[in-house]
């Protein structure tokens, strides 16, 4: 039990579809992100969420779309993925400063 | 360009001996460092952490160096144990624990 939690773990989505992955934090950080890794390729940072406002969108495509309705919560939205999208997607928490938690990953494979 | 390298994607070593995992930043900015270990469909777990203020972090059987001059930190298991075998993530960020820039990993292996 991290306190993180993902859902789903594992998706399987054709380009066409549109998904969304779920994250919770109950550790009462203000701070959520969403980090991709890739096959032998380290982590990517993609969003930053802090106190529910996006403070960094690391060059990442329209077709990933993220929503944080409160602090404990982070959605990324799926629309039109491409197969090289697939990759393991976490969602993390932090304070302000201090170390991020992570969650258990959601693996995306699109077809 | 990786600001953070782990040149190592991999490592075995004995039970009970000391495992030393190696990190290397390009980034001056970057302040603070972190190891994370991963379980295989597991998130990373943070495990230790090192301001640049300070060169050496110890926390039972796991001690950071920290080199800022040469840009190199790394990651001392002693004595290592078969549960310590997962990935290990250095990473590195400015002003901030939490934005994180990572490498891409040691896989260590701890043999009996």
């Known amino acids: 039990e991290t306190g993180v939690t993902q859902t789903p773990r594992h998706l399987v989505m054709g380009m066409t579809n549109k998904k969304s992955l779920k994250c919770e934090q109950h550790?009462?950080?203000?701070?959520m992100y969403w980090y991709k890794q890739s096959a032998k390729k380290p982590l990517e940072l993609m969003f930053v969420y802090n106190f529910k406002e996006q403070t960094e969108n690391n060059s990442v495509p329209s077709r990933f779309s993220p929503e944080c309705p409160n602090s404990s919560h982070l959605f990324l939205h799926l629309h039109t993925l491409q197969p090289e999208d697939s990759a393991l997607y976490l969602c993390?928490?932090?304070?302000?400063?201090?170390?991020?938690?992570f969650g258990q990953g959601t693996r995306l494979t699109v077809v | 360009d990786q600001q953070v390298k782990q040149n190592s994607p991999s490592l075995s070593v004995q039970e009970g001996r000391i495992s030393i995992l190696n990190c290397d930043y390009t980034?001056?900015?970057?302040?603070?460092f972190l190891w994370y270990k991963k379980y295989p469909a597991e998130g990373p777990t943070f495990l230790i952490s090192i301001s640049s203020i300070k060169d050496k972090n110890e926390d039972g059987r796991f001690t950071v160096f920290l080199n800022k001059s040469a840009k190199h930190l790394s990651l001392h298991i002693v004595p290592s144990q078969p549960g310590d075998s997962a990935v290990y993530f250095c990473?590195?960020?400015?002003?901030?624990?939490?934005?994180?820039?990572f490498g891409t990993g040691t896989r260590l292996q701890v043999t009996l």
């Open positions: 990473a590195a960020s400015t002003g901030t624990a939490s934005k994180l820039t």
């Open positions: 980034n001056s900015m970057f302040d603070y």
């Open positions: 993390a928490s932090s304070h302000q400063t201090g170390e991020a938690f």
């Open positions: 550790l009462g950080h203000n701070a």
